[in-house]
């Protein structure tokens, strides 16, 4: 799949308008096909200055033209895959207008082409908005970096909802019902840009996350001991629709000085974790201040994960490190979760926010 890249990036989150330039399409960057089999060709750049445009071939400056967004979200040329880049926190995706089929416009193996950031567009995943089913307004289905399809993702159904608020030219307070792997999920869209999610129930019994683990409390797994390549950590396994594996470090500044890329894949593929797992690594800071780093199942480390940060919090309560009502520190950035005990559901607030539009033949 040859990726040829255009790109507009919005001057600000959320907006519906853009500068672009025009093509360049001197600007482009081979790889031999006996070691990657694509390329990327700029036909398009955009700068988040808004006076000037600069073309690579005669180096001239002229003013730039503004272009509205509606109208190209609405694009439709065949062959082409129209898409607009969003981040929550620093986990990035490519999001695709999948409304008119529920068959995914890629294949899991072009997902892992576009989301490569040496050779593609650059992404922890590709997520597709697909008609809903079930009376849902829509569907949401991903694809990790790695071409596996996960349940669902905190941090993609925000960038998931502004999408849909884009596409649907939607203003102010909204919400919407989504349908996921992991359920029903409602996002509502608060006055101040920011996404609130109903991330519903959390799963705790054990073979429900899956975890291999024996239940040491009723039919969960909370503070157990598991041995990682000789290493004992106490765990708690929670679901949120995915599964996740919960360790609190005990020493100071231990969260930072791990090496996620090391120890990461070992809990992951662990033999506990029928299918494969999240992890995070937490340290308490307060008993309503959390920090979490993340290893994500298929996608390795990442700046953010919503249904982590909400699994933290869910194990944060039941050690009693926490209460119900928590700030999240991510790398990437602060998550607000709560788990509310009169319904048992747990909610996340967090930002969704535009990186650039693009479209790539496929």
């Not at 509205?68 to 929550?88: A, M, N, P, T």
């Not at 949120?240 to 791990?258: A, R, S, W, Y």
């Amino acid at each position: 799949m040859a990726i040829a890249a255009t790109i507009s990036l919005p001057l600000t989150s959320p907006t519906r308008q853009s500068l672009t330039l025009r093509s360049f399409t001197s600007l482009r960057f081979f790889s031999s096909s006996s070691v990657q089999p694509s390329f990327l060709g700029l036909r398009t750049v955009a700068l988040r200055n808004p006076n000037f445009r600069v073309s690579a071939t005669s180096m001239s400056i002229e003013a730039l033209e503004k272009e509205s967004q509606i109208s190209f979200l609405d694009r439709k040329e065949s062959g082409f895959l129209h898409f607009v880049k969003y981040h929550g926190l620093g986990n990035d995706f490519i999001l695709v207008d999948n409304r008119d089929s529920t068959k995914p416009k890629v294949t899991p193996e072009q997902a892992v082409k576009l989301c490569d950031r040496n050779f593609g567009i650059g992404a922890d995943g590709v997520i597709f908005a697909m008609p809903g089913i079930n009376g849902t307004d829509y569907t949401m289905r991903i694809f990790n970096s790695d071409g596996s399809e996960p349940e669902m993702c905190g941090n993609g159904v925000r960038c998931f909802a502004g999408f849909i608020a884009e596409l649907e030219n939607l203003h102010g307070k909204q919400s919407f019902t989504v349908h996921t792997g992991a359920g029903l999920i409602v996002p509502e869209i608060q006055d101040d840009g920011k996404v609130k999610v109903d991330m519903g129930e959390p799963i705790l019994k054990a073979l429900d996350v899956p975890t291999k683990l024996p239940p040491n409390k009723d039919q969960s797994v909370v503070k157990s001991e598991l041995n990682v390549d000789g290493i004992s950590w106490n765990v708690t396994c929670v679901s949120m629709g995915n599964p996740h594996c919960v360790t609190f470090g005990t020493k100071e500044g231990q969260v930072d000085e791990l090496n996620l890329a090391d120890i990461g894949p070992k809990f992951e593929h662990h033999a506990m974790f029928p299918a494969r797992t999240n992890t995070e690594f937490v340290q308490v800071i307060s008993r309503s201040h959390l920090k979490m780093r993340v290893w994500e199942r298929g996608a390795g480390a990442t700046l953010a994960c919503g249904t982590g940060a909400c699994a933290v919090v869910v194990a944060a309560v039941l050690e009693g490190h926490a209460g119900r009502s928590c700030t999240v520190d991510l790398p990437g950035g602060p998550l607000d979760i709560e788990w509310k005990e009169e319904d048992n559901h747990v909610y996340m607030t967090g930002p969704a926010e535009i990186v650039f539009y693009g479209s790539v033949p496929l």
